[in-house]
């Protein structure tokens, strides 16, 4: 009788390691040290004086180690027509709601910005890509984004696509918020838009990250497409 007891008891105490073992094993990623970023705002308006009925693409880049927990990834506005007064400003104001957790604070967010409209053939085509840096502290942040759109390589490629109605244009937009490859780009200014950030941000001290007055964390042209982010690590209080 002492023999089954004590076998018994041995069963019992095995099979609660295990679920103990399992229990720890599923649980260990929900503990894993993360931060979130929350981002609010719109697409307010555009400065494109040279046309009409334009609408934007837009669409978040981040890096491998960023997950979207919430919100719109990507979206197009209204198509609409510049204002009649001086400004001659499209008016969008679209709006913009994402959530984002991330375990470090490489591959920072970027808002990827495509403006279309038609030409006098009744196609399609670009009429400027930009890209910028989500803001790295809280609050209300006013962007000037400036637009750009790839040129044709000699005057007879220009004049053959103008018509053809195949303008120059990237087969993905979300190269502009990339640095590799775009060396070998002819581009040419024109037009911008403006963005209005709401950023908050949760957690982001405990993984010993300061991003206050004084912090660590630099920016660097932050309103260009090849913006370089250096946040440094801080000692956690």
């Known amino acids: 009788m002492d023999q089954r007891n004590t076998s018994i008891n041995q069963s019992i105490y095995c099979n609660s390691k295990f679920q103990l073992q399992s229990s720890a094993a599923m649980a260990a990623p929900m503990n894993s040290p993360v931060f979130y970023l ?3 705002g ?3 308006t555009a400065y494109f004086p040279e046309f009409n009925d334009l609408f934007a693409k837009y669409t ?3 890096g491998q180690d960023w997950v979207v927990t919430a919100g719109l990834e990507e979206g197009i506005t209204q198509t609409t027509r510049k204002s009649f ?6 008016i969008w104001n679209f709006p913009l709601n994402i959530t984002f957790k991330s375990t470090n604070p490489f591959g920072w967010p970027q808002l990827v910005l495509s403006v279309y409209g038609q030409d006098v053939f009744g196609n399609d ?3 400027g890509n930009g890209a910028i840096h989500i803001p790295i502290s809280p609050g209300s942040h006013v962007r000037e984004v400036p637009m750009f759109v790839p040129e044709s390589s000699s005057q007879l490629q220009k004049l053959t696509s103008w018509l053809l109605g195949r303008r120059p244009d990237y087969v993905d937009p979300t190269i502009v918020a990339q640095s590799e490859g775009r060396e070998v ?3 040419r200014s024109q037009g911008s838009i403006k ?5 908050n941000m949760m957690d982001l001290r405990t993984m010993g990250y300061d991003n206050g007055a004084g912090s660590s964390i630099t920016t660097n042209a932050t309103t260009q497409a090849n913006t ?4 440094t690590a801080t000692t956690p209080r």
């Open 38 to 40: 929350f981002v609010t």
């Open 195 to 199: 963005v209005i950030f709401n950023v």
């Open 42 to 44: 719109q697409i307010e």
């Open 228 to 231: 370089t982010l250096n946040m």
């Open 60 to 62: 978040f880049v981040y």
């Open 85 to 90: 007064d001086g400004k001659q400003l499209f």
């Open 125 to 127: 085509v670009v009429r």
């Open 185 to 187: 780009t002819r581009v």
